[in-house]
């Protein structure tokens, strides 16, 4: 009767030990499930002169030294030709760098070799359901960018930029502009 009760208690711990695995292990899957469906948005607009208020709005870069700036309203790249984006430290902070597909690297030569001292500027939305909307940046046009690479230090924590990447990648991945990740094998196979 004694052996039998400690063999029921052995099998109780190991179906209470794995529930807690299984639990353990649905957190961390619920975890990357969650990062794999972040989305983010990225619009580059150019700026403009003020004579068009039909066609321009004004940005305001920077929320803790604002810097206003009339834009085109219709951005010229947007998260439909970015292949990648990515932190890249930098000068004691971070980066975020943008590649943008064939079609956007063109455009972007284009719009950086017509309008140098001009800026270039960067609104982003993310976040959960994409609640979160911010001028990211506002770079100025120095040379043509002929290469597809924006590179730019936003207005964001590190924490928010990573998200915005983690987005952006997420959705070059969803309208096949980036290859989708390989699963990693587990050991057993």
């Avoid at 039998?4 to 961390?28: E, H, K, Q």
């Avoid at 359901?129 to 936003?154: M, V, Y």
């Amino acid at each position: 009767c004694v052996a039998t009760m400690v063999i029921r208690l052995t099998r109780f711990n190991s179906y209470l030990l794995g529930g807690l695995l299984a639990v353990a292990l649905m957190g961390c899957e619920t975890t990357k499930s969650k990062a794999e469906k972040e989305a983010a948005m990225i619009r580059v607009h150019i700026e403009v002169n003020r004579n068009d208020p039909g066609q321009n709005e004004v940005a305001s870069v920077s929320r803790t030294a604002p810097i206003e700036l009339t834009v085109k309203k219709a951005p010229f790249l947007d998260e439909a030709q970015l292949t990648q984006a990515s932190l890249v430290d930098s000068h004691g902070g971070f980066s975020l760098a943008l590649q943008f597909d064939q079609r956007g690297t063109w455009l972007l030569e284009q719009y950086t070799a017509m309008n140098p001292g001009r800026h270039l500027v960067v609104a982003a939305q993310f976040g959960e359901k994409l609640a979160e909307t911010r001028w990211l940046a506002a770079p100025l046009i120095t040379r043509r960018i002929s290469n597809g690479l924006l590179t730019f230090a936003p207005d964001a924590t590190r924490e928010e930029a990573e998200a915005i990447a983690r987005g952006l990648n997420n959705v070059a991945i969803k309208s096949g502009n980036q290859p989708k990740p390989k699963k990693e094998k587990s050991k057993d196979q």
